[in-house]
């Protein structure tokens, strides 16, 4: 394929691409939880707790209830800014707190006495130890799924990489933690995509297989499956699709394939000699 070809053919993908038209989905959420507490240790009601999308600048915003614990449900997979203020105390603002689908992202906010035009800023903040949920999951992010190698476009492959997972041959002879492949199930934003005709024999076939650059991330749950998981089987395999962000950006790929690159073809003649012949 010529440069030309090329620039043409990349042109009538974008073409497309902007004049698609746009499809209701499915959206798997999270929260955020946590509790807002002084320097002393003791707790902080009615703080306003302000959770921003990084990506998107979208805002959900609550109050702490009486014993100073608060959750901001129904939040999209990625990162987020959280602002902690009451009158009084200075303003807490963390940065880059994830969210993801295996379980809801968990925060201890400690005020300090001061005015409202002071804060405190912490940047990369993380969630502290998971004391909200009882899931057992590992999750894959967009970043990683960026940076990992894969033989094919099919991010069921990342699974395979995840501890507790055991690979004889190929990905769809897998198996999580010794249980039956019956005991999987394949959601893509809350929706199962599970084959029930297969699914004692090849729990890893999916009706659809998600394709690698409309995932946000993969979350596995092996034990303590929360009520959003479905009731079709112990291991959760969750699919979380790209929502999408204030700046606009997408990207292409292309297969290449050369005779120039292909192993020798070898040819076998088999003869076939009268029996009466003698080697």
Do not use: W
Request: with cysteine; proline share 4%.
């Amino acid at each position: 394929m010529n440069q030309r070809s090329t620039k043409v053919l990349l042109m009538a993908l974008f073409a497309a691409f902007i004049s698609a038209p746009a499809f209701a989905q499915a959206t798997a959420t999270s929260a955020i939880q946590g509790v807002v507490q002084d320097t002393g240790g003791g707790v902080i009601p009615g703080a306003t707790v302000t959770a921003t999308n990084e990506a998107t600048a979208g805002k959900s915003t609550v109050v702490s209830s009486a014993n100073g614990s608060f959750t901001i449900p129904a939040l999209s997979v990625g990162s987020y800014t959280v602002e902690v203020e009451l009158q009084g105390f200075k303003k807490a603002v963390l940065k880059g707190v994830p969210v993801s689908t295996g379980a809801p992202a968990s925060l201890l906010v400690k005020l300090e006495v001061g005015g409202l035009t002071e804060q405190v800023v912490v940047e990369g903040a993380s969630s502290i130890i998971q004391t909200q949920s009882s899931a057992a999951a590992n999750t894959i992010t967009t970043r990683q799924i960026g940076s990992l190698p894969l033989g094919s476009r099919d991010t069921l492959q990342f699974v395979t990489l995840l501890p507790g997972v055991n690979t004889p041959g190929g990905n769809r002879d897998s198996t999580v933690n010794g249980l039956p492949q019956s005991s999987i199930n394949i959601t893509v934003d809350g929706v199962s995509v599970q084959d029930n005709y297969l699914k004692s024999t090849d729990g890893f076939f999916a009706r659809m297989s998600p394709r690698l650059d409309a995932i946000e991330e993969v979350t596995v749950t092996t034990a303590g499956n929360g009520a959003e998981a479905s009731s079709q089987g112990a291991i959760q395999i969750r699919f979380t699709t790209r929502s999408g962000s204030n700046v606009f950006n997408g990207s292409a790929y292309m297969y290449y394939q050369s005779e120039k690159l292909n192993t020798h073809q070898y040819c076998i003649v088999v003869l076939k000699l009268p029996k009466n012949v003698a080697l």
